[in-house]
């Protein structure tokens, strides 16, 4: 049956969502068309729109509806420092705690050589480009000014570890400073109750 196909295939749909699964999915599926078919159609509008619109920032490589983010536009940003993230997620995680003024490269993912995931998928070099380009490439210097210090805030996983690394030894020779997310304990909590690695690595990072 041809509404049996339509109905399969908005569950599989659905089912590509990180964290659903089939049985989430077919939830989502039956809510919308029992209960709510305009939100659905608002849903797929919105999702036609947003693919469309939206491209990598030609900077930074975020999501934006312009060829050059708003973030990388504003001339209010700290030029000198480049933080390196794996999402838009995270980026706008560093956002919201307002402590960082500079200027993001986002990697759209993290090495993982099992998914066949490598430097070029995450482009690295677009990211070394970025922060010191070969000598006699052209640059616009209101564009792209000196990177002084590059902020490694890819995430605390072994993948997050190890794209970390590689950026360091890539960035070691280009004459700047490169410089990790400090990992210590959580603001507000106790320490019987936070795990022994936070622990261990607080007291290394200890200042």
Do not use: W
């Not at 564009?143 to 996983?157: D, G, K, M, S, Y």
């Not at 360091?168 to 700047?176: D, F, H, I, N, Y």
């Not at 410089?179 to 007291?203: K, W």
């Amino acid at each position: 049956m041809a509404e049996g196909k339509s109905l399969q295939a908005l569950q599989q749909a659905l089912g590509r969502l990180p964290g659903v699964g089939v049985k989430s999915a077919a939830r989502m599926a039956f809510h919308m068309l029992q209960h709510d078919r305009a939100g659905a159609l608002r849903l797929a509008q919105a999702l036609q729109e947003a693919v469309e619109r939206i491209c990598h920032c030609q900077l930074c490589n975020t999501l934006s509806e312009q060829p050059v983010c708003a973030t990388c536009q504003d001339g209010q940003r700290d030029r000198s420092k480049l933080c390196v993230v794996e999402t838009p997620a995270d980026q706008a995680a560093m956002e919201r705690t307002q402590a960082y003024r500079g200027l993001y490269f986002v990697l759209m993912g993290k090495l993982s050589p099992l998914d066949g995931i490598g430097p070029q998928e995450i482009g690295l070099q677009r990211l070394f480009e970025r922060v010191a380009p070969r000598q006699g490439a052209e640059q616009d210097p209101a564009e792209r000014p000196a990177v002084q210090e590059v902020i490694l805030a890819t995430n605390f996983t072994a993948e997050g570890e190890a794209t970390a690394h590689v950026i360091a030894q890539g960035l070691k020779s280009r004459g700047v400073q490169v410089t990790r997310l400090a990992r210590g304990v959580p603001v507000g909590s106790e320490l019987e109750y936070v795990d022994l690695g936070t622990i261990a690595h607080a007291l290394l990072d200890r200042r």
